[in-house]
Each structure stands twice: as C-alpha cells, then as structure tokens.
C-alpha cells in the first residue's frame, strides 16, 4: 500500500510517501481500505516531537472512513464490504467516567490512517452515514468525539444555555460549536481573528470578541448578558484567568485541551465564590462516539476547510502549522486500480 510514513521528527517536509507492507488482521480485527483521512492538531505535536511516548517509523493519522475489506478471526463476516467511519479512541475501558490504563489514540502508537489501508480493532467500526460523503464522514471521528463528551456528558449543556466556545476554526471548538447550536444554546465564540468570528457568526454563533484585543472578556461578559454557563477551552493557561471572570456563576468550564501551555495562575477564589465546576475531557466512550455521530444522520453536516490528495500531506499540515484554516483539513484517497 501507499502510505505516509513519519521516520525523523521535524517540518512538514518529514511527511513522505512510501510504499509501505499491506496491515493483515489479527484476532478481533479489521483492515479498512480507506477513502478519507483527517488531520488533527495532534499530528503536528507528534511530527514536531512535542507529544509522549513517540515511536518511529510511524504512520500518523487517526480520523479515517472507508471500506471494510478484511476481518479476523471472531469477528462478524458480515463487514467486508461495509462503508464504516472508524472510533480513533482505542481501548477506553470499563469505565465511563475516565480511560483505563490501556487507552491509547489511533496513530500513535499504532499505525494510523494517512495510508491506504488500516489495521482497527472490529469494535471500532461504525457504519458510515449515508448522507455523508468519505470526506464528511473522515472529519467527524476525534474532534467531534471530543467536542461531544466535552459539551454533553462533562457539561451536560441545557436547551436554552449560552455557551461560550474559544478558538472557534480548530477541529474540536467548530464541532462544539455545531452540536450547542443544534442542542439548542445560544453560542458566542473567541478567535485571534475577525474573519473567523464572521465565518462562525454565519453558522449560527451569536458574536463574538477577538482574544488578541484588550478588553475580550468584557466583550463576552456583553454579549451573554452576565457571563456563558459553559465554557469550552482548549487554551489553557493565556485564557484560564479571564475564563473564570466571565463564566456566570454557578457555570461550569469544560477543558480539552492546553495550546497555550499547561501552567496557569488561577485565582481559587473565583472558583468557590461563584461555585463554578471546572471539568477536564479527553476523547470519549464507544456509547458517546455513537451518540455523536447519530446527530449526522439528523442532517449535520461538518465543516472543512479544505481538501488534500494523500500524496500533500506535507502540504495539509503546512496550512494546519499556519492556523488559518476554519473547520478540518482532510487527505482524499483514491481507491486503488
């Protein structure tokens, strides 16, 4: 098969296309051939060397959809033929409420999805929506599980609520974005840039403030009339402070993610005196990944940015290291000859 092969950790230029050994399944397995790919800002952590436990050679990747082409043994022979969306969030565990010792995240440290063909536990195939093209379908699985488990089981978000989403464009905070409206919240947003308050005031956001100005967290505390009840953040410790001056009291904020760093200086104060619950989310459970994606077969659709052949990979996480894309970036696959 052909496949994007990761072997020195650096720029863009280290995403190569080889000719790599076809995957074969194992007990409780699958091989998907692939029509679609998805980036996520973990890839370019990985590339860069900024994530744990990286392996190399290693083939990145972990949002995919395509078809089923082989199984293993124990595994329903109905499959092969079956055009899926593949559940990146590998081994969460028995319990719900957080991922057991054996978690890990499809693309690291087993072979991901930029590539031809890949290798899935049986259990992390769901059938693909009908309505949605490979590329819709292979935008969905890591940001719209995280943006779920995030928003409806951590914030347990109510029709009616106004939530405030930071970093509105990223992959994650554009599905958060989606599901609230769909659910029912009013939605306001943060970004560093205008033209992508204006692309999410277009899919339905009520305003929005540019976190590069002075002032931004004013400007949100108008425009929600008090403060958001949630907040979704990916920012970490740049955002965190003023997260807690304008979420209204008895708020809840929701983080996944720390792309401004991990430390933050917090004022505890704030946090008892308005009785906010602060919630981390990671990923998320296979009940929450099908939950999510049946919102897809209810008409949602998600958003991209733009699309790449798998031969430009390199040139995909260009655009992803710039920042500028609103919604996902995502490899189209041809299928072979």
Same mark, same amino acid.
């Given at each position: ?38 980036? *996520? ?5 990985? $590339?860069?060397?900024?994530?744990? !436990? ?32 593949? *559940? ?7 319990? /719900? ?6 978690? $890990? ?6 072979? !991901? ?10 259990? *992390?195939?769901? $059938?693909?929506?009908? /309505? ?26 109510? &029709? ?25 919240? $009013? ?22 403030? *540019? ?51 991990? @430390? /933050? ?20 459970? &296979?009940?929450?990944?099908? /939950?999510?994606? @049946? ?16 031969? @430009? ?21 041809? &299928?072979?000859?």
């Amino acid at each position: 098969m052909q496949a994007i092969v990761l072997r020195e950790l650096g720029g863009p230029e280290r995403l190569v296309l080889e000719t790599a050994a076809d995957p074969a399944p194992g007990p409780g397995e699958a091989v998907v051939r692939l029509r679609a790919a998805a980036l *996520n800002r973990r890839d370019a952590w990985i $590339r860069q060397g900024q994530y744990a !436990g990286i392996r190399l050679p290693i083939i990145l990747g972990s949002d995919g959809a395509g078809e089923v082409t082989a199984v293993g043994e124990g595994v329903d022979r109905a499959w092969p033929g079956t055009a899926v969306v593949i *559940n990146p969030s590998l081994e969460w565990g028995p319990d /719900s409420r957080a991922q057991g010792p054996s978690f $890990r995240i499809l693309g690291l440290p087993d072979h !991901g999805t930029y590539a031809e063909l890949v290798k899935v536990p049986a259990a *992390n195939l769901y $059938r693909k929506p009908a /309505s949605l093209s490979w590329e819709a379908a292979a935008a969905i699985p890591l940001a719209g599980l995280t943006a779920y488990r995030a928003l409806v089981t951590r914030a347990r978000l109510q &029709p009616g609520e106004t939530v405030l989403v930071t970093g509105v464009g990223g992959g994650v905070a554009t599905f958060v974005l989606l599901f609230a409206l769909h659910l029912g919240a $009013r939605v306001v947003v943060t970004s560093g840039s205008d033209a992508k308050i204006a692309r999410a005031r277009e899919l339905g956001a009520a305003g929005g403030a *540019n976190y590069r100005l002075d002032g931004w967290g004013q400007a949100i505390a108008r425009l929600t009339d008090g403060g958001p009840d949630v907040i979704v953040d990916s920012a970490g410790r740049e955002a965190f402070p003023t997260l807690l001056e304008v979420v209204r009291p008895g708020g809840r904020i929701v983080t996944f993610g720390a792309t401004t760093g991990s @430390a /933050s200086t917090v004022e505890v104060r704030r946090v008892f005196w308005k009785q906010v619950d602060i919630l981390g989310s990671t990923m998320g459970t &296979p009940e929450e990944f099908s /939950s999510m994606l @049946a919102l897809f077969d209810r008409g949602l659709e998600p958003v991209i940015d733009r699309t790449f052949p798998l031969a @430009a990979a390199a040139d995909a996480h260009r655009r992803m290291d710039q920042a500028d894309q609103f919604g996902k970036l995502v490899l189209t696959i041809q &299928p072979q000859a």
